[in-house]
């Protein structure tokens, strides 16, 4: 049986997909992905998602190059989401940092515990 007979996509046929960094574990970000995007990424080998406000498919890196590719599949216990350990190119957030995870709560103040990533 495949991933894809085993995915529970939700009432919008999405399911969450996080993406961690293959090496270091560092949680890169978090997205959607649905049928046609998640067997698209499977085939391919690169994370190629849906973008809920956009309403289309989005591959990651299409425009920034900062193109991510998959080392390593897992799915959660429910099998309503999804974890892909990636080799990322670049940054994977839009704002030029390696993680969409950059800001922390420090004291009921968000810092910013990252630097950008140069182009």
Not at 2 to 26: C, M, N, P, Y
Not at 51 to 78: A, L, P
Request: glycine content about 6%; some cysteine.
């Amino acid at each position: 049986m495949g991933l894809l007979d085993i995915v529970k996509f939700d009432d919008r046929g999405l399911v969450s997909a996080i993406a961690q960094d293959a090496k270091s574990g560092q949680v890169l970000m978090l997205a959607y992905m649905n049928r046609d995007t998640l067997a698209e990424s499977l085939e391919k080998g690169v994370m190629i998602y849906f973008s809920r406000s956009r309403q289309k498919r989005w591959f990651k890196g299409e425009t920034s190059g900062h193109v991510q590719n998959i080392k390593e599949v897992y799915i959660d216990c429910d099998g309503d989401a999804l974890l892909f350990k990636v080799e990322q190119t670049g940054a994977a957030c839009h704002e030029n940092y390696y993680s969409c995870f950059f800001r922390r709560n420090e004291e009921n103040s968000w810092k910013i515990i990252a630097e950008k990533i140069e182009e």
